[in-house]
C-alpha cells in the first residue's frame, strides 16, 4: 500500500498568521488533532499539533527551571520556549520544517518514519503541495478495512502444519530446531523446547494466524539457559539435579 492510499483529504489547514484561537477552534470542531501550516502562496511551513498546545501560560503549564538549569539551557532556547508558551499566532507555535513524505511513498516507510521521528502525522506531497494527512488513525482504519476484506481459505491439517513451519523458519527468533508440530482436526499441538518464554507466545500466534485452526495447545516448555531449570506449560519447574 502507499500513503496515497490511506492518507485523509480534504486537509484541514491554517496559515502562518492565524490566531491560535482560531486553529484550537478547527481542530476541536473537526475532531482532529493536528493541523499543517500553509501560507498564501501553497506552501508548507510547518504542523500545528495538540502537543504544541500543551505547555501555556494561560493554563500554568509552562516550564519553570531552577536558575542554576535555566543557566545551563541558554537564553537563546528560553527566548524560544517563551514564544511558544505565550504566543498568539499559529507560525509563533507551529513546529517548522516539518516531516513529509510523497503520495506514492509506500506504507512500510511511512510507518517507519513515523516511529523513528517519534511523530503521530505526516502531510503527504504532490510535487510542493499538500494533498492529504497521514495520522495513526488512518493507520487503524487501513488495518480495519484489510480485516473485513480478508476472507481466508481454511487448510488442511497438512497445509495448516506446512504454513505454520514456513512461517516459523522465517523469523530469527523462532526455535525451529527444538520444535514439532502436530495438528489433528484443525487443532495445532506445539512440543519442544525454548530458550527464551517470550518464543511460546509468539509461536502460538503464529498458529492463531494460519486459516483453519481451529485452537492451539501449548506444550512447549522453556529451558532456563544459566540454571538448567525446565518451566512447562502448565507452569511446573523441574530443576537440573544439584540445583534442588
Same mark, same amino acid.
Given at each position: 500500500?502507499?500513503?496515497?492510499?490511506?492518507?485523509?483529504?480534504?486537509?484541514?489547514?491554517?496559515?502562518?498568521?492565524?490566531?491560535?484561537?482560531?486553529?484550537? *477552534?478547527?481542530?476541536?470542531?473537526?475532531?482532529?488533532?493536528?493541523?499543517?501550516?500553509?501560507?498564501?502562496?501553497?506552501?508548507?511551513?510547518?504542523?500545528?499539533?495538540?502537543?504544541?498546545?500543551?505547555?501555556?501560560?494561560?493554563?500554568?503549564?509552562?516550564?519553570?527551571?531552577? *536558575?542554576?538549569? #535555566?543557566?545551563?539551557?541558554?537564553?537563546? *532556547?528560553?527566548?524560544?520556549?517563551?514564544?511558544?508558551?505565550?504566543? *498568539?499566532?499559529?507560525?509563533?507555535?507551529?513546529?517548522?520544517?516539518?516531516?513529509?513524505?510523497?503520495?506514492?511513498?509506500?506504507?512500510?516507510?511511512?510507518?517507519?518514519?513515523?516511529?523513528?521521528?517519534?511523530?503521530?502525522?505526516?502531510?503527504?506531497?504532490?510535487?510542493?503541495?499538500?494533498?492529504?494527512?497521514?495520522?495513526?488513525?488512518?493507520?487503524?482504519?487501513?488495518?480495519?478495512?484489510? #480485516?473485513?476484506?480478508?476472507?481466508?481459505?481454511?487448510?488442511?491439517?497438512?497445509?495448516?502444519?506446512?504454513?505454520?513451519?514456513?512461517?516459523?523458519?522465517?523469523?530469527?527468533? #523462532?526455535?525451529?530446531?527444538s520444535l514439532?508440530?502436530?495438528?489433528?482436526?484443525?487443532?495445532?499441538?506445539?512440543?519442544?523446547?525454548?530458550?527464551?518464554?517470550?518464543?511460546?507466545q509468539a509461536?502460538?500466534?503464529?498458529?492463531?494466524?494460519?486459516?483453519?485452526?481451529?485452537?492451539?495447545?501449548?506444550?512447549? #516448555?522453556?529451558?532456563?539457559?544459566?540454571?538448567?531449570?525446565?518451566?512447562?506449560?502448565?507452569?511446573?519447574?523441574?530443576?537440573?539435579?544439584?540445583?534442588?
Amino acid at each position: 500500500m502507499k500513503a496515497q492510499d490511506v492518507m485523509s483529504r480534504p486537509v484541514f489547514s491554517v496559515e502562518p498568521t492565524d490566531s491560535a484561537t482560531s486553529a484550537i *477552534r478547527i481542530m476541536l470542531q473537526n475532531h482532529i488533532s493536528g493541523l499543517p501550516v500553509i501560507d498564501a502562496e501553497g506552501r508548507l511551513q510547518g504542523m500545528l499539533t495538540e502537543g504544541d498546545f500543551l505547555r501555556r501560560t494561560e493554563t500554568a503549564t509552562q516550564r519553570q527551571r531552577p *536558575r542554576w538549569l #535555566a543557566f545551563l539551557v541558554g537564553p537563546g *532556547r528560553l527566548a524560544d520556549e517563551y514564544t511558544r508558551t505565550h504566543g *498568539r499566532k499559529v507560525s509563533e507555535i507551529m513546529t517548522p520544517d516539518p516531516v513529509t513524505v510523497m503520495e506514492n511513498t509506500p506504507l512500510e516507510e511511512v510507518v517507519s518514519l513515523m516511529e523513528k521521528r517519534r511523530i503521530k502525522r505526516v502531510p503527504v506531497m504532490k510535487d510542493d503541495k499538500v494533498v492529504g494527512i497521514i495520522s495513526r488513525a488512518n493507520l487503524l482504519y487501513a488495518l480495519a478495512s484489510l #480485516a473485513r476484506e480478508a476472507k481466508p481459505t481454511s487448510l488442511d491439517d497438512r497445509a495448516i502444519r506446512e504454513r505454520l513451519f514456513a512461517e516459523l523458519q522465517g523469523q530469527s527468533w #523462532a526455535p525451529t530446531g527444538s520444535l514439532d508440530i502436530i495438528v489433528r482436526g484443525g487443532v495445532v499441538e506445539l512440543w519442544g523446547t525454548i530458550m527464551d518464554e517470550r518464543e511460546r507466545q509468539a509461536t502460538i500466534v503464529a498458529a492463531e494466524n494460519i486459516p483453519g485452526v481451529k485452537r492451539v495447545d501449548d506444550h512447549l #516448555a522453556w529451558i532456563e539457559p544459566m540454571t538448567g531449570m525446565v518451566v512447562e506449560a502448565d507452569g511446573t519447574v523441574t530443576y537440573p539435579i544439584g540445583n534442588r
